[in-house]
């Protein structure tokens, strides 16, 4: 029995499934571990989603007189279905999946790791290894050793990214040289911990554990002659290198929190009317709807408990009629989240049917909401993410552009999208592309805005899917460099991954910084 497992990426347009590459095939084990990586482009404003399928190859042979007939039966174990981001969004950027697509059967988990690579000054290495008195762990003959290699991961774990062949009948063994990616063997970190394993080869997949030993690529590269000896219980091996060179790179991780915002102003139109912007049609998504679906799909990758705070502004509320500005679309104030984007998007259309639309349009008080809560985690643990959806004419303009500039100098990205036919003059002002915008004298420490119209998006052949994934990449493209342009003004370095968060809140603070958040 040999399992394979087939990674498949998903077009934006047509949503096809195309085989993007397969891993080696492993006998005799239902764990198996594959060496095989696949290297993709990672887009933090594009939805990537990906596909694994695993299958088992069985041997059949087929005899007549002295015709013999050697076939493979693949069968299906199961799939998985993920997005690149929610993998580099998990714990440690490690997700595990259960497997679906057999009725009735459960079919085992996967676990797929993402890393950053780097690009190294040494590119790849050559390396040879043989083996002297090793232990004798067959019966009949002697031992049919082969080694696995391992590279430690930020989190402590390892992960497999080499095997040798295996060297029959032997104590002695000599393995053939192999060349390695210095990237693959330790990601272009020198003192990371490198792992090898020496096993002796059955064939039932139950291979024999002979010994082990630790080491690093700035260890062996030390080596003062061509030969290094390590010593570990009965397994002695020396091994040899030839070197060349290239560059580098850098990964850091913090944790996000997103929150949304949506116009309730009277200007969109009676959200009973199919000329609303809030019109709510049975057959497909109104802007709002797909503005929030387009960008919220892709930030909740980023969130283990994908829980958000969602907000509305410019709305008669009941029982009373007043008008807010700061109000949470579920209806309660004091734990406004909702469960993914699907919970908000239920919000949304609950608040339709329970609210007065109003008005006017102020932008400061949700951009002071998040405001608050962003000052009080200034060291680059969180990043804070506001995404505003309206029609048209801001009212509160100067306030929202005081609003914006004390946002500036905090871990805080404001991201506006507009619906609808209006001209947004004050939007675009608001961007600060052109201009850095400014408030009584004060200039904006950094740009921190992303304004654009949905229109500009919309495919004009109707395929919706299509003008969402053109929108998304357009708001979401400047978040990183904005995120990088706080760390970077406030001399705030890359740490160890953050240990998993248990809210527990003292009083005072508020939900939004009470939640469990994930990493980007």
């Known amino acids: 029995v040999s399992t394979v497992c087939v990674l498949y990426t998903q077009g934006i347009a047509n949503r096809e499934w195309r085989e993007f590459g397969r891993t080696e095939v492993i006998d005799n084990t239902l764990n198996p571990d594959f060496v095989r990586k696949f290297i993709l482009d990672y887009f933090f404003e594009e939805r990537q989603n990906l596909r694994f399928d695993l299958s088992v190859f069985q041997p059949l042979y087929f005899s007549l007189f002295l015709f013999v007939c050697f076939s493979h039966v693949q069968d299906f174990l199961g799939q998985a279905f993920c997005t690149l981001g929610e993998i580099v969004g998990s714990l440690g950027s490690r997700l595990e999946k259960p497997l679906i697509g057999i009725p009735g059967k459960k079919c085992g988990t ?81 003192d990371r911990s490198i792992k090898v394993e020496v096993y002796d080869w059955d064939r039932d997949g139950g291979h024999d554990f002979i010994g082990e030993f630790s080491t690093s690529y700035r260890e062996m590269s030390r080596s003062q002659s061509q030969f290094h000896i390590y010593e570990v219980n009965f397994f002695t091996h020396t091994h040899t290198l030839v070197l060349s060179y290239l560059q580098g790179f850098i990964i850091f991780s913090t944790q996000i929190n997103f929150t949304v915002a949506i116009d309730f102003t009277a200007s969109n139109g009676n959200p009973s009317q199919p000329t609303s912007l809030h019109y709510m049609s049975p057959y497909q998504l109104n802007d709002y709807a797909m503005a929030l679906r387009a960008v919220g799909e892709i930030i909740q990758d980023y969130d283990s408990d994908k829980m958000f705070p969602a907000l509305g502004f410019g709305a008669k509320l009941p029982p009373d009629g007043r008008v807010s500005h700061e109000f949470a679309l579920n209806g309660n104030p004091q734990n406004p989240y909702c469960n993914g984007i699907e919970g908000v998007m239920e919000a949304y259309y609950q608040s339709l049917k329970s609210v007065r639309l109003y008005g006017p349009t102020h932008f400061s008080p949700v951009i002071n909401h998040v ?95 299509l003008s969402m994934a053109r929108l998304a990449k357009e708001v979401l493209a400047e978040i990183p460099d904005q995120f990088l ?25 508020h939900p939004l910084l009470a939640r469990r958040v994930s990493r980007i």
């Open 485 to 509: 342009s706080y760390m970077r003004t406030r001399g705030i370095k890359p740490g160890p991954l953050p240990p998993p968060y248990t809210p527990c809140p003292p009083p005072a603070i």
């Open 371 to 465: 405001a608050r809560y962003a000052s009080a985690v200034t060291d680059g643990s969180q990043y804070f993410i506001l995404l505003i959806i309206s029609d048209g004419v801001i009212t509160d303009m100067a306030q929202t552009k005081e609003s914006i500039v004390n946002a500036a100098s905090l871990p805080m990205s404001i991201i506006i999208v507009g619906v609808g036919p209006a001209e947004f003059d004050e939007m675009i002002e608001l961007d600060g592309d052109e201009e850095r915008i400014s408030s009584q004298g004060r200039y904006a420490e950094r740009d921190i805005v992303q304004f654009v119209p949905f229109r500009d998006y919309i495919d004009r052949r109707g395929n919706h899917i």
């Open 110 to 190: 996967i676990i797929v790791r993402a890393e950053e690579l780097s690009n190294c000054r040494v590119r790849s290495v050559m390396l040879q290894f043989c083996g002297n008195k090793l232990d004798k762990k067959d019966f009949f003959g002697k031992s049919d050793p082969f080694l696995v290699f391992y590279r430690s991961n930020e989190d402590g774990s390892y992960t497999i990214c080499h095997k040798t062949e295996v060297v029959k009948n032997t104590l002695d063994p000599v393995w053939q040289a192999f060349k390695i990616p210095v990237r693959a063997l330790c990601n272009g970190d020198y």
